[in-house]
C-alpha cells in the first residue's frame, strides 16, 4: 500500500471545511470556538470518557451517535462539566445554533468541550462566536484556525493526513488533535482520552468504520500516558462522508485492511504527538515488554512503568534510574521472574537474570540525555508483547497544574 | 485511658537501646547505620512491601519473623535491592556481624535498608560501621542518631512515643520511621510502605502483638499516599521485649483494647508526620468520605482523589480546583450519584447534588492557602466512612527525583 502524508488535518479529506474564531472564552484573544463542516452528512462512530463524571456535551454528543452528521462545533477554555442543568441546555443550545446557522435539520451537530471544570459557559460569547464562525467557514478553510480554536495547555497545532488509492478512487484521512494532560490510556472501545477528530472520504459501513476505529485506537491513542488522570470530556469523533466515491466498503476485505492500516498509522503518530507535547514534557519514552506469558501482563507491567511518576522524574533528570523500573514492575500487579527478566534502555540490557550488567550501566547513563528513549522489558517466558508511550514529568507539569485552571 | 506523649522514639520503651553512626555510605559523613537493641529478647511482628520486587534484608527479615529478636541493623544510601546473590550475602553478613559484636544467637537480628536501588552495598565500609556502632551502644542511647542514620530525602527526625498505665506498671511504646517518596499505601496486611520500627516493652501474647499491629496499620500507615509508587523496601517492624512486668495480655481484654488505641494513635502521629514531610510537601489534605453504602466505594473515591497529580498540584497551587476532584471521583471506579454527592473544602460546600455554589466556592478558594485542608466527599447514600492523608507535589517533588538516586 502507499500512503502518502498530505497537509491539512481534519480538511485533507474531500468535502470537509474547518475554521476556528476568538470569541472570548480564553483571555488574550487566542482562538477558543472551532467548527468542522461537511456538505454531505456524515456517517460517525466515536469513543468517549470512561470517567462517571462526563461533561455536558459529551452526554449529548453520545446520544447522537445514531444520527447523520453535518457539523461539529468544540470550544476551549471551558469544559462545561458539572455545570448542573444549565450546562446540559448550554450544551444543547451550541448544537442548535450552529444546526440554525447552518441551516442543517436538528441532531445534526455535535459538540465537544474542554477547559476548566465546574464554571458555566458564558453563553452570550459563546453564541456571539457560533454566529461568527458558521459565517466564516463559508468562505474560509483553516484547519490551522481550527485546531488552535481547540489547544488548552498545548504548545503546538497536532495535525495528521494521509492518502492512498483504492481501485481509481483516492481516499484521505485527516486527524486534528488536542490533549496534553488529563491523559490516561484506557483500555476499553468507546473510551478515550482527548479531543480527537478525525475525518474521512472514504465510502464504508458504519459498523465497519466502527470496528476500524476501534482497532486503530488499541495502537495509538489506548496506548499513551501523560499523567494518571481521566479526563470527564475526552472525545474520539470519526466522520466519514463518503465523498471520494470509491466502492463502498461492506465486508472487511482488502480494502478494509487498506483503509484500518493507514487510520491506525495516523492514529499512532497523532497520539505520538500528543505524548510529545504533554503538559511540560520534554522527552518520549516507548515501554515496550516482550515475550510475555500473556497479553494482561505486559500491560500491566508497560503501565506501570510509564505511570510511574519516580521513572518519569528519572527520565527529566536524564538518570538510568533502572531500579525505579524494576520497582514499578514488582508493584504492577503482573507475573513474572526476575530470574528470567532481562531489561534494557535502548539496547543496553542493564538487568539481566537478577544481576546488575555494570559495563551496560554505563553505556545505558550515557543514552539517557536523548529525546527519544526505548525502555525493554524481555519477560522471557512467552510471545506476548505491548507498548506504550510515555513522557517525562518535569518543573513544569507542575508549575502548568499548580496555576492553570482545568 | 491516660495516654502522656513522652520523648526518646524507639528509646522510650524499658530496655531498648538505639543509636547511629557513619560509615561512608552517605556521602558528606552523614549518619547512615543505625542499631536498635533490646538485652531482653523481643517477640517480632512484622508488615513488609507487597511489591514483588523485594529487597534482599527484606525476604531475610521476613524469614526471621518467627524468631526471637535482639537487635535491627538498618542503613540508609543504599536499598541492597536488585542485587542478586552479592545482595543475599550481604544482608545476611549484615546481620551475622550484628549477632556476633553483639554476641547475639544466630537469626536473632533483623536488617533492613533504604537508598538506592540497584547497587551493590559497599561492605568494607558496612563492616566498619557494625563494629562501630555495635560498640558505641554500649554507652550511647541516642535516638537522633538513630533516626538520622535510617534518613535518606526525609528533612526531619521522627520520633513518636507515648506511656500509659495498666494496673500498677507503666507501658511505653515507641516509634521512629523514616519515609518521604515511593509512598503508596496498601490495604492488606503483612504490607506496609516505609521503614517503620517500633518497640514496646509490654507483655503480650505475640498473636494478639500481631492483631494490634493489623489494626494500627489500618488506620494509620495504609492511610497516606505521597506518590504512586510502592517501594522494594518498605518494613514495619514491631519489638516487644516485656520489661514493663505487667500481667501478660492473653487474651482480647481490657488491657489489649487500650494498647490497641495506643499504638494506633502513635502510628496515626507517626504516618500524618510522613506525609508532612513528603517529598517537596508543603501542605496535608485530609480526604474524607462519608455516608457511603460500601467501605469499598469509600476507599476508592478516597484514594482517586488522593493519588491524582492534578489534585495534588492544584493544591500545591493554592488553588481550589474542585473540578479536578470531581473527575478523580469520577474515574475511581466507585459507584455514586452526582445528584446526591456533596463536595466541600474546610466545610464549604462547593458541589451539592449536581449545582455549584458559587457563593461557597469563593469561601473555599480562601481557604486553599492553609497549611492542613479537608476535603470531605458526602456520597449521601449509607454509612460507611473512609479517610486517606495525602500531601500536594512541588516542584521539589520533581527536583527531588529527578536527581536523587533511590
Excluded at 15 to 26: D, E, M, W
Excluded at 29 to 49: H, N, Q
Excluded at 66 to 78: H, Y
Excluded at 317 to 335: E, F, H, Q
Amino acid at each position: 500500500m502507499e500512503l502518502e502524508k498530505i497537509e491539512g488535518g481534519v480538511t485533507a479529506p474531500k468535502g470537509f471545511r474547518a475554521t476556528g474564531v476568538s470569541c472570548g472564552l480564553k483571555e488574550g484573544g487566542y482562538k477558543d470556538l472551532g467548527l468542522i463542516y461537511s456538505e454531505i452528512p456524515c456517517d460517525v462512530v466515536g469513543a468517549f470518557t470512561s470517567n462517571k463524571v462526563k461533561a455536558a456535551p459529551v452526554r449529548l454528543s453520545m446520544m447522537r451517535m445514531g444520527n447523520k452528521i453535518s457539523a461539529v462545533i468544540a470550544n476551549s477554555g471551558n469544559a462545561n462539566c458539572v455545570t448542573g442543568k444549565q450546562g446540559e441546555s448550554d450544551a444543547i443550545r451550541m448544537t442548535g445554533l450552529t444546526e440554525q446557522f447552518l441551516e442543517l435539520p436538528e441532531g445534526s451537530a455535535l459538540v465537544a468541550s474542554t477547559g476548566v471544570i465546574g464554571e458555566n459557559l458564558t453563553m452570550d460569547r459563546v453564541e456571539y462566536g457560533i454566529e461568527k464562525v458558521c459565517r466564516m467557514i463559508k468562505s474560509e478553510n483553516n484547519v490551522a484556525n481550527f485546531a488552535n480554536a481547540i489547544m488548552t495547555t498545548d504548545t503546538r497545532q497536532k495535525n495528521h493526513a494521509c492518502e492512498f488509492k483504492l481501485g481509481e478512487s483516492t481516499v484521505r484521512i485527516g486527524i486534528t488533535c488536542k490533549g496534553a494532560g488529563m491523559i490516561k490510556p484506557d483500555v476499553q472501545m468507546f473510551h478515550a482520552t482527548m479531543l480527537v477528530f478525525i475525518t474521512t472520504d472514504i465510502s464504508m459501513q458504519k459498523t465497519l468504520l466502527h470496528d476500524a476505529l476501534k482497532e486503530a485506537l488499541e495502537y495509538s491513542f489506548n496506548r499513551i500516558s501523560v499523567d494518571n488522570d481521566t479526563s470527564t470530556n475526552d472525545t474520539v469523533l470519526l466522520l466519514s462522508n463518503g465523498a471520494a466515491e470509491n466502492a463502498v466498503i461492506e465486508e472487511e476485505n482488502d480494502d478494509y485492511r487498506v483503509f484500518v492500516k493507514a487510520l491506525t498509522e495516523l492514529c499512532m503518530a497523532s497520539a505520538k504527538a500528543v505524548v510529545k507535547d504533554g503538559e511540560g514534557a520534554n522527552k518520549i519514552v516507548k515501554v515496550e515488554i516482550k515475550h510475555a506469558l500473556t497479553i494482561s501482563d505486559a500491560k500491566k507491567i508497560a503501565r506501570a512503568i510509564a505511570d510511574s511518576y519516580l521513572v518519569k522524574t528519572a527520565v527529566f533528570g536524564n538518570s538510568p534510574n533502572w531500579g525505579r523500573v524494576l520497582a514499578a514492575i514488582g508493584y504492577s500487579d503482573a507475573k513474572f521472574d526476575i530470574d528470567r527478566l532481562i531489561f534494557s534502555i535502548n539496547g543496553f540490557a542493564v538487568l539481566e537474570k537478577g544481576e546488575p550488567n555494570r559495563a551496560n550501566i554505563a553505556k545505558a547513563s550515557a543514552e539517557m540525555i536523548q529525546n527519544e528513549i526505548t525502555f525493554t522489558v524481555d519477560l522471557g517466558v512467552g510471545y506476548k508483547e505491548y507498548y506504550v508511550w510515555t513522557c517525562d514529568l518535569s518543573y513544569d507539569y507542575v508549575k502548568i497544574n499548580a496555576h492553570y485552571i482545568s
